[in-house]
């Protein structure tokens, strides 16, 4: 069954639903490559409890306990949360996700199964069970988790980078996407980073070890951590797969993406030299303090690089297929003559407060079009944005989106609506006063807009220059 | 038939199944929890296997509940992405609250002094009830919601038009009935040892199923005129209760070393029995599942579908080893 023109659009206040997403997906992806760094993490000190390290066994006996109580029940109800706050957000690219991919979903699902069994078999009977059963349980669940990362990988970098899946629709083509391997190489080595800096806060929390303990297996833990090396060679890698125009964001294009591309790149830097010189290198024991700090900058890297990972997909959802506010490329122009509203079934809240019919349908396109990244007066708000505009200023501005800015998606609507939403912007930067005339009956802007509309094409930003 | 339809029933059933145990048995928990027990008497064997095992059956609940929550998408996401827009907040609520039952199973298990104290014993598996009872709520509000669009538009406009609690108790009895078989059914599969060498506790567990049966069939009653009005379903639905009843007859006379084995069979041909059943009610009675029967969704076949068949096989040959692997090396002295 394919989508509905029309969602209900929730309304967050002076939030928008990036953020929801983005908080719910930061943390969500922090405890999910937890877990899978986890599992090897297990595996590498059982295999060290093998060779007679009976500290190793016992660090990983609690550890266990820290890793179910983390990721089993806060990691995977934050997975439930993900698809619940993505649906809040985009029905329409969730759908289209899980049209193109359930069945690798399901595969994923499989694994997941076997990560929960082999886990919940370990944290049970673990004291209870030989050196080459818990080998063979760790290698289960350190696998499965990993296998679980790989389907999703592909899945979520498809979004970015489709490749060829655009002209041949195959589902492998989609999954092995451009950026599907320096994506995985690096959430790969995230995952084993964040599981070892855990380890050495756990280590360090634990009442239960010595100080001369504590440092033990902090150089136990240490070497785990030396993959961070290569994760700046990783991270080129990755940007040269990306599209032209979403690499220009991050190197200027956007002072935002840039920022967050500094921050990213900063706190890993530090967060590796600091690593592999004083932790592996110098075998220097940490306090407290600083192993929370650490795991801290993790986050942060980890948070900056979701956000700069999403954000380089502007204009779109899945790039070439959907834009950010659930309408496909091929449906601007049917939505230029069609409109944007027209058979929107669900009315206005506060209709009542709204001085005429031109307004309420001026606030139906905002909810419509521009809801999904713009508050009124909150996060991203358009009163503030659009305040310095003049009218015509503004008409052309929306008429010509994409040139406006580039990683805005095309104006679907027609002309009328689009005068709708301006003399809406007015009334609000106008503090919202109880009359406003109408402008509905003065066919000269419209025939303007028209035009705008026309030279700005159907297309995304980015392929304006090329034509 | 929909392969995606069946995935649909053979996941949701055995989620519905652990989360009605865990629903039921923490209100069985704090309902043992009431009782004064004399000074030095041995723990009540129900209360420590439910105390034990609440935890990881919530845990099967929530993986369970990941294939149900992508096979819905398949098959009536729009309907089931209104209702998740429609309710918002009001639904997302069961994140916390799913999350703070979860951790309130973990506290109880502890062991941790304080926890043994009667308040505590009484307190944290109710309020664990409440957290998983609410999520229940929400689940059936959504699933309801999604099936009548005709009041979509009205409910976005002023939400005293989303379905009300006289609406979900129907669903919510069926919920409940079913969460009492399961628990009852599972206790004997987990105690099969000792419920064979005590009457009362056999009897007890029997009277639950039995009570769980009730609350089920007044649910059903409730729901045949609005929805599942087909006889098929129904005759399906009554012949599984019967066997249902035909089990505990069976293991109330089996000999003492017979339960386990009646019990351990038992239960897993009521579980099969109910995805069969759950299936053909659900695509005769409910219109977006005819919907999906008669639709061809895309992918149903191709190399996707043939390598989650093969992994779908693989994982359970590897959980079926570990199981196996485990339980053998238990005896076994540690190294």
């Known amino acids: 069954m394919q989508d509905p023109t029309h969602y209900p659009v929730s309304e967050f206040g002076p939030a928008i639903p990036g953020m929801v997403i983005g908080g719910m997906g930061i943390v969500h992806v922090f405890v999910a490559q937890f877990a899978v760094g986890a599992g090897a993490l297990l595996l590498w000190l059982e295999r060290a409890a093998g060779r007679g390290d009976a500290l190793a066994r016992r660090f990983s006996d609690g550890f266990f306990l820290f890793l179910v109580l983390v990721s089993f029940v806060f990691g995977a109800l934050t997975g439930v949360g993900m698809w619940l706050t993505a649906v809040q957000v985009s029905a329409p690219t969730i759908g289209a996700m899980v049209r193109e991919f359930h069945w690798l979903w399901a595969t994923e699902w499989c694994f997941f199964l076997l990560e929960v069994v082999s886990g919940y078999l370990f944290f049970r009977y673990r004291r209870r069970l030989p050196h080459r059963t818990r080998v063979a349980l760790l290698t289960l669940y350190a696998v499965s988790s990993w296998l679980s990362l790989f389907l999703i990988n592909g899945i979520l970098s498809w979004q970015l980078t489709p490749g060829e899946w655009l002209q041949t629709g195959s589902l492998w083509h989609g999954f092995f996407n451009p950026s599907f391997w320096p994506s995985l190489v690096y959430r790969t080595l995230v995952a084993w980073t964040l599981a070892a800096l855990a380890a050495v806060l756990v280590a360090q929390l634990a009442p239960a070890f010595s100080a001369a303990e504590r440092a033990r297996l902090q150089r136990a833990i240490a070497p785990f951590l030396a993959p961070m090396l290569v994760m700046p060679i990783v991270g080129l890698w990755f940007v040269s797969v990306l599209p032209a125009d979403s690499r220009g964001w991050l190197l200027g294009g956007s002072v935002a993406m840039t920022m967050f591309l500094a921050i990213a790149v900063g706190a890993s830097t530090l967060l590796g030299l600091y690593a592999v010189v004083v932790l592996w290198w110098r075998r220097v024991a940490i306090d407290r303090a600083t192993a929370a700090l650490l795991l801290a900058l993790a986050f942060a890297a980890t948070g900056a690089g979701e956000f700069v990972r999403e954000g380089v997909r502007k204009p779109f959802t899945i790039r070439h297929v959907l834009y950010s506010n659930a309408v496909t490329p091929t449906d601007v122009a049917r939505m230029r003559i069609e409109g944007a509203v027209a058979d929107d079934p669900y009315p206005v809240r506060g209709a009542e407060h709204l001085p005429n019919d031109q307004l309420i349908l001026g606030q139906r396109v905002f909810r419509r079009l521009c809801a999904v990244c713009h508050s009124i007066e909150g996060a991203n708000g358009v009163r503030h944005l659009t305040a310095t505009w003049t009218t015509d200023q503004l008409r052309m501005n929306l008429a010509q989106l994409q040139r406006t800015k580039s990683f805005m998606p095309p104006f679907a609507g027609t002309p009328t609506e689009l005068e709708a939403l301006v003399q809406w912007l007015r009334w609000i930067a106008a503090d919202r006063p109880r009359d406003w005339p109408t402008t509905s009956g003065d066919p000269a802007p419209l025939a303007q807009i028209r035009t705008w509309l026309d030279q700005a094409g159907t297309g995304p930003g980015g392929s304006v220059e090329h034509k | ?335």
Not at chain 2, 66 to 78: E, I, K, Y
């Open chain 2, 1 to 335: 038939m929909n392969l995606h339809a069946w995935l649909y029933q053979a996941t949701l059933v055995p989620h519905a199944l652990c989360a009605g145990y865990v629903t039921v048995g923490s209100l069985w928990l704090a309902g043992l929890g009431l009782r004064r027990a004399p000074e030095g008497a041995a723990a009540d064997p129900i209360a420590e296997l439910l105390r034990d095992w609440l935890p990881f059956v919530l845990g099967l609940a929530i993986t369970f509940g990941v294939g149900p929550l992508l096979f819905v998408q398949l098959l009536d996401g729009p309907a089931f992405y209104t209702a998740n827009l429609l309710l918002s907040h009001r639904f997302m609520a069961l994140l916390p609250a799913l999350m703070i039952g979860f951790y309130l199973l973990y506290v109880q298990k502890s062991g941790w002094r304080w926890t043994k104290t009667r308040v505590a014993r009484v307190a944290l598996p109710a309020s664990a009830f409440a957290c998983f009872a609410f999520t229940a709520w929400s689940w059936s509000r959504n699933h309801l919601l999604a099936q009548r669009p005709s009041t979509w538009p009205a409910a976005y406009a002023d939400p005293s038009a989303l379905p009300q609690a006289a609406d979900l108790l129907p669903r919510l009895m069926l919920f409940f009935g079913l969460g009492l078989q399961a628990t009852a059914l599972l206790l004997l599969v987990q105690a099969g040892r000792i419920v064979a060498a005590d009457a009362r506790l056999r009897a007890r567990l029997a009277g639950a199923a039995g009570l769980g049966l009730a609350v089920l069939l007044a649910g059903g009653w409730f729901l045949l005129p609005d929805e599942v009005r087909h006889r098929p379903p129904l005759v399906a639905l009554g012949v599984a209760q019967v066997a249902l009843l035909a089990g505990w007859l069976m293991v109330s006379v089996a000999d003492r070393d017979g339960v386990l084995g009646w019990a351990v069979g038992w239960a897993l041909g009521w579980v099969v029995g109910l995805i069969a059943t759950a299936t053909i009610a659900s695509i005769g009675a409910l219109a977006w599942m005819r919907r999906a029967g008669n639709q061809q969704t895309e992918g149903t076949a191709g190399s996707g579908a043939i390598l989650f068949g093969a992994v779908l096989i693989t994982v359970a040959i590897a959980i079926a080893w570990a199981v196996r692997r485990v339980v053998r090396d238990l005896g076994q002295p540690t190294d």
